[in-house]
């Protein structure tokens, strides 16, 4: 799944419920945070944000860092595999909790 164009572009139908939705877009965008800091380069960040956040097309961004729309292009690549990779780990384990969470609440009923 990539869950940083869901994260970005979605209208949120990838998820069961309104709650899962609120849930997961919470833990995404405390992490998410985290993953560009620490586990991205500056360059990539710099293009994941242009991208996302400023809603630049490749050839903007190229224009805008000085470098050509393929360096670019493999900028965001790697930096989107980093991300999901990443992302998917934390979702992986906030659904084990969520898990967890509602069964203790039906047992606890």
């Known amino acids: 799944m990539d869950f940083i164009e869901n994260f970005y572009y979605s209208e949120d139908d990838y998820f069961s419920s309104i709650?899962?939705?609120?849930?997961?877009?919470?833990?995404?965008?405390?992490?998410?945070p985290l993953i560009m800091k620490n586990d991205l380069t500056d360059r990539q960040?710099?293009?994941?944000?242009?991208?996302?956040i400023n809603r630049l097309n490749q050839s903007?961004?190229?224009?805008?860092?000085?470098?050509?729309?393929?360096?670019?292009?493999?900028?965001?690549?790697?930096?989107?595999?980093?991300?999901?990779?990443?992302?998917?780990?934390?979702?992986?384990?906030?659904n084990k909790a969520n898990k967890m969470w509602i069964d203790f609440e039906n047992s606890a009923h």
Not at 60 to 85: D, F, M, Y
């Open 60 to 94: 903007e961004i190229a224009g805008k860092l000085n470098l050509s729309q393929p360096t670019v292009c493999r900028h965001i690549s790697t930096a989107k595999s980093i991300v999901n990779n990443r992302l998917a780990y934390c979702l992986a384990a906030l």
């Open 19 to 32: 709650d899962e939705q609120q849930i997961s877009r919470s833990a995404i965008s405390a992490v998410l």
């Open 45 to 52: 960040r710099s293009c994941l944000k242009l991208k996302y």
